[in-house]
């Protein structure tokens, strides 16, 4: 009896040991179909995280699972779209792929090109000024021509459409500063401010007027009075057809008592405005957009200021190579 009892107990802690065995066992040994969980971030996440200062080099990476019992698998992430790669903040318009800037020329070589372009004017017939002509010649155009030996001043961008750029041009030293004006507008050159002094023949008064015609319209005005033995004496040339504004200063005023004669020697040294023929211009428009109506006295036409009209003016030059006319003091201030 007893032996029969100490049997069965010995059967049955045999048996616990074994089923317990068989579960720690199972509780060790994944499925083949369970695979480890690994942490993971949402793309909103990922999006929505705070992105670094520095640019960082983005470059394709591999998560490996942890090594179980189970042989270890490579498992390749998805591929996103960095969120730190810069965003510019200025739209730059792309160079042409056939501009290329030209090398700055030496001081012996800019003066070379200087005095020729004072006396041929690039070859070209105003408003085309040193080969640049408006309505036509591309900011990156004239940049690239007149950089090779001038030096810009300054820049100015009065609105989104219109930039102001000024350069300055290497006169002799006893002209002083002296800087030519470019106006662009969306990147096309619109105006052009010139001013040579009498180093450019071509624009001589009697040249011009045997180069360019008969203008449109002539101007004039002066002042009453010498202030400091000076009287100004300014004539105004204006082409609405061709784009051209010359106002010249000089000559010899003589004071006839009610009157002021002027036989227009000398002037050699006009101020030079240009613009595009397609934009259509009148004298009224040009002087407010030109003209020194402040300092200087309003112009008057010729035919009102002299009583000789725009022909006769222009012919005298034509066949003398010089004119006299005379004004009223009590039109001037």
Known sequence: ????????????FCLVF??????????????????PVLPTKTPTEITNQKTPTAVSTITNTTTHSPAAT????TTPTNTLIPTNTPIPTETLTPLPPTWTPLPTLNAENARKLLDDLLENNAGCRLPCFWSITPGK???????????????ILGINDTSKELRYTYFQIP?????????????????????????????????????FLKTYGQPGEILIRTFREEEMNSRPFLLDLFYPD?????????????????????????????????????????????????????????????????????????ESFENSGSVCIETLKELWP
Not at 1 to 12: E, G, P, R, S, V
Not at 171 to 177: L, Y
């Open 1 to 12: 009896m007893k032996n029969h009892l100490y049997q069965t107990c010995i059967m049955f």
């Open 18 to 35: 074994l089923v317990g065995g068989c579960a720690s066992h199972a509780q060790k040994t994944p499925t083949l179909t369970e695979e």
């Open 70 to 73: 189970l042989t270890p698998t």
């Open 137 to 151: 010649t591309t900011w990156q155009e004239a940049i690239n021509f007149l950089e090779t030996f001038t030096m």
């Open 171 to 207: 006169f002799p030293k006893d002209m002083g500063t002296i800087s030519h004006t470019y106006v662009f507008k969306l990147g096309i050159v619109f105006e052009i401010r010139a001013y040579n002094g009498d180093l450019a023949p071509a624009f001589f008064l009697p040249e």
């Open 242 to 314: 061709q784009g051209i504004l010359m106002e010249y200063s000089g000559g010899n005023v003589q004071d006839l008592g009610d009157q002021l004669k002027n036989c227009m020697e000398g002037m050699n040294s006009p101020f030079i405005y240009l613009w595009s023929p397609d934009q259509k211009m009148t004298f009224d428009e040009a002087k407010k957009k030109f003209l020194d109506t402040k300092s200087l006295p309003e112009p008057i036409p010729l035919k009102e200021a002299t009583g000789m009209d725009v022909k006769t003016f222009f």
